[in-house]
């Protein structure tokens, strides 16, 4: 069983930058795979970036936050981040950690999710 929480989400400016923190608890292998997700008022979760927990760091971002955000994991803290740089209103949205014990580029399979974490961008 992992347990998954999320903090440092708030109310930002457009173009500020937030960094989200996951701390996991639990057994997590190298096969894992970590994900950040966000859902916004009225439509679907999506998929915002995830990393595989293996070593060599493998990762995969939506085309809406290419450029702008990067996961990156500490092993030793069990902890995943998701840097946000260049906000803007439309990355408003709960974001949710998420983690699954396999590899895969495809946003299904997800698991285990945190409670979520508000990110608000003002304009």
């Known amino acids: 069983q992992v347990q998954l929480v999320e903090s440092g989400g708030g109310l930002v400016q457009d173009g500020d930058s937030l960094r989200l923190s996951c701390a996991a608890s639990?057994?997590?292998?190298?096969?894992?795979?970590m994900g950040w997700f966000r859902q916004a008022p009225g439509k679907e979760r999506e998929l915002v970036a995830q990393?595989?927990?293996?070593?060599?760091?493998?990762?995969f971002y939506a085309d809406s936050v290419k450029g702008r955000f990067t996961i990156s994991k500490d092993k030793s803290k069990n902890t995943v981040y998701l840097q946000m740089n260049s906000l803007n209103p439309e990355d408003t949205a709960v974001y949710y950690c998420?983690?699954?014990?396999?590899?895969?580029?495809?946003?299904?399979?997800?698991?285990?999710w945190g409670q979520g974490t508000q990110v608000t961008v003002s304009s």
């Open positions: 990393i595989r927990w293996s070593d060599i760091s493998v990762t």
């Open positions: 998420a983690a699954r014990p396999f590899w895969r580029i495809t946003s299904g399979g997800y698991a285990y």
């Open positions: 639990g057994r997590i292998d190298s096969p894992y795979s």
